[in-house]
Each structure stands twice: as C-alpha cells, then as structure tokens.
C-alpha cells in the first residue's frame, strides 16, 4: 500500500513541475524590426511573476553574441493582485553579417543555493544593408552616331572673371565677413528651430490622438536629437538621470517617465500633454539662450 502511494505522489510530482514553472513569464523583443552594421538598438525585457519570487535580469555577465552591449537601464517594479512586473532595456549593437541574428536574454529565480533560468522567445533582427548590389558583368550599349566637338573655349576671359569675383569677395570678406557669417548662423539656427517645432507639433498631435509605443518613441527620439544640436552633448545616450543633471532640472524626469512608461511598461503615464508641454518649453529656451550667447560673441 505505501508503494502505490509513493508512485501515485510521484506522478502528481511530475505533472505538477510544468505549472510551477509557468508562473515566471518573460517576454524579450527588439524596438525595430532591422538595423545598421553597428547601430545601436533597444532590446526590451519584461518579466511577470509571484511578488514572492527572487528574480534578477541578467547583466553584464551574460553573453550577449553576436551582439555586443552597450547599456542597461533598469525601470521600478510594479506589483497589481500579488503578480510583479518587471522590465529593463538593453541597448546593444550587432556585427554579425547574418541576414538575421536573434537575441534571447533570461531572467533568474534565485534560490538559497541555486538559481533558475528563464528564457523569452528569441527575438530576430534584421541587417539593413546600406550598399545595393552591383552587377556582376556591367553591360555597355553600343553607340557609333558621331558625336560633334565644340570650338576652342576663351580661357583667357573665365580666368579674369574668376579673378575678379575672387578680388570682390575678398574686400567683403574681409569688411564683412564677420557680421555676414554671424548672421547666416543665427538664420540658419531659426530655420532648424523652426523645422523643428513643425515637426514636433505634428509628433505630439499623432502622439496624443494614438499614444502608442512607436509615437512615443518618436517624440522622444526628436527631442533629443535637437537637443543634442543645440547643446553638442550626446542626449540619445545619456540615460534620464543625466539629462536631469546637465539641464539642472529634476523636474524633467517625471515629464520623461510619462512619457517612457508608454514604451517599457505598456502603460499610459498622467498629464502626458502637460509632460510634452515642459518638454517644448525645455528646447524653446535652450535655442533662446544659444542665440543670445551668438549676439553675446558678436
């Protein structure tokens, strides 16, 4: 009698594993379907799981191949009904050839002596060739029409009328030259303001009528890179913290977390059109000081 049972315990045992092992899920994917040799890309990890369970993402430890990481950012927890969702963003870059390379990156349950893996479905990428295919044989199409030469060019007068727009340009270089390029600077620094302040409008209206996780990213990616004109600082790399920092504004991370919560978390942020007016208000003024630092060295 207690054989049958010690068989029967061990078959509940068994059909018993397969449910424990599913209340981790991870879920890993690629923010963009193909990229550049070398191009830098997001690959998002989201974990679900029992708040009462250890679990860690990997780091820098793991390998990463054939991609190479560059950073790792981190989001808070959130925990509704017992169940904790984590996530974290790795930003890598492939230089594989491979039409296609695929990323899986695991999580840990950690146990007092042991841990245990958990793997999301592997994610693929494609390789954006940038060179299109050049023929193997070029063909040439015969042509034997006669073609007619022109007489002989006056050389003599290209060259005196060149020298004499080269004399020309000289004295208003040299009375004006300062004033003209301070000038042409500050039109050309309007014009990028306003390009971008066209293309913000039409990002936030698209954002705000769909507040997806592609628009999200957009706006975000928009800000950052005329930011990183007007300053000559790499925001795209720089994580929340450090834009903070530079802009001496603590502020601007709540206004980045409504807006990032839409694109890790899958989540709707509060008072998004607010967080995208602190963000115009942000460009708005750092191209107001540049043009008054180029009056200033004027």
Known sequence: MAK?????????FTFALPSFGQE????????QDSAKLGERVAYVLKATYPREKNIVFADTTFDFGPFVLLEKKSFISSTTDGITLDS??????????????????PVYEVFKYDSLKYYPEEASINLQLTIA?????????????????SGDFNYPLLIGVLVGIAILAGI??????????HQWQLWLEKRKYKRFEKR?????????????TENADQLLGLWKAYMEHLNQKPFSDWTTTEIADFLENKDIIKDFRAIELIIY?????????RACQNLMSICTNSFQQKITSTDERK
């Open 24 to 31: 981790v899920k991870v879920d890993g994917y690629f923010m």
């Open 4 to 12: 049958l049972v010690s068989i029967i315990a061990c078959i509940l």
């Open 265 to 273: 978390a899958g989540k709707q942020g509060e008072d998004l059109p």
């Open 133 to 149: 295919e050049i023929p193997q044989e070029p063909i040439f199409l015969p042509n034997n029409v006669y073609q007619p030469i």
């Open 200 to 212: 913000w409008e039409e990002a936030q209206t698209a954002f705000a009528s769909n507040p997806s």
């Open 172 to 181: 208003v270089i040299f009375f004006f030259g300062k004033q003209l390029g």
């Open 88 to 105: 974290a963003i790795y930003f890598v870059s492939n230089f594989s050839l491979d039409p296609v390379s695929s990323l899986a990156v």
